[in-house]
Antibody
Framework: QVQLQESGPGLVKPSETLSLTCSIS????????WSWIRQPPGKGLEWIGF???????NHNPALKSRVTISVDTSKSQLSLKLSSVTAADTAVYFC??????????????WGQGTLLTVSS | DIQMTQSPSSLSASVGDRVTISCRAS??????LHWYQQKPGMAPKLLIY???SLHRGVPSRFSGSGSGTDFTLTITSLQPEDFATYYC?????????FGQGTRLEI
């Protein structure tokens, strides 16, 4: 059974760079696309971006160029870096796996999420 | 960006009821529409993919339909564990976008 587990600092100061990690177990990391999705408290879901099985990335233009997504296959870890954070980046951050149907992009496995608060 | 609009935003129902949640896309997305269930404090769970395919392990009381711009999630014979928030998501083009959610309450 595939399991995803996010981890992060919990609290980041404005203008700093947040770094989150998603540890993946129970399945291959190299055969799938992986995404980050976030959810501000009490609000809906926002897709942040994905990394493909070949290492290519695509991110939400709403986040401009603040997003960096990478994979460390040796550690079976997915990473997210978001620079120049503001209070608007306060959210629960989820990592998720793209389903096996490569003609569509839906999320079949999710981590439990990690809350990141931006505050001085 | 493709905007996804769900209706209603909230819905009150009772155990045993049949409920329908709608999702409308701002442009045609074919059948690239997926549905999730989220309970408080938990991650979303995939229910339906590609408009009408039931994800493994999801009870058959859940069903999806639609194509183009209009889609529907139907839950027949509501169970206590079905009270949650439901989201639709389009994958026709990036950025991937979600509906604002429909809260299903007792």
């Amino acid at each position: 059974q595939v399991q995803l587990q996010e981890s992060g600092p919990g609290l980041v100061k404005p203008s700093e760079t947040l770094s989150l990690t998603c540890s993946i177990s129970g399945g291959s990391i190299t055969n799938y696309y992986w995404s980050w999705i976030r959810q501000p408290p009490g609000k809906g879901l926002e897709w942040i971006g994905f990394i493909s099985n070949s290492g290519g990335t695509n991110h939400n233009p709403a986040l401009k160029s603040r997003v960096t997504i990478s994979v460390d296959t040796s550690k079976s870890q997915l990473s997210l870096k978001l620079s120049s954070v503001t209070a608007a980046d306060t959210a629960v951050y989820f990592c998720a796996r793209r389903g096996p149907d490569y003609s569509e992009y839906y999320f079949d496995y999710w981590g439990q999420g990690t809350l990141l608060t931006v505050s001085s | 960006d493709i905007q996804m609009t769900q209706s209603p935003s909230s819905l009150s129902a009772s155990v045993g009821d049949r409920v329908t949640i709608s999702c409308r896309a701002s442009q045609s997305i074919g059948r690239s529409l997926h549905w999730y269930q989220q309970k408080p404090g938990m991650a979303p769970k995939l229910l339906i993919y590609v408009a009408s395919s039931l994800h493994r392990g999801v009870p058959s009381r859940f069903s999806g339909s639609g194509s183009g711009t209009d889609f529907t999630l139907t839950i027949t014979s509501l169970q206590p564990e079905d009270f949650a928030t439901y989201y639709c998501q389009q994958s026709y083009s990036t950025p991937i976008t979600f509906g604002q959610g429909t809260r299903l309450e007792i």
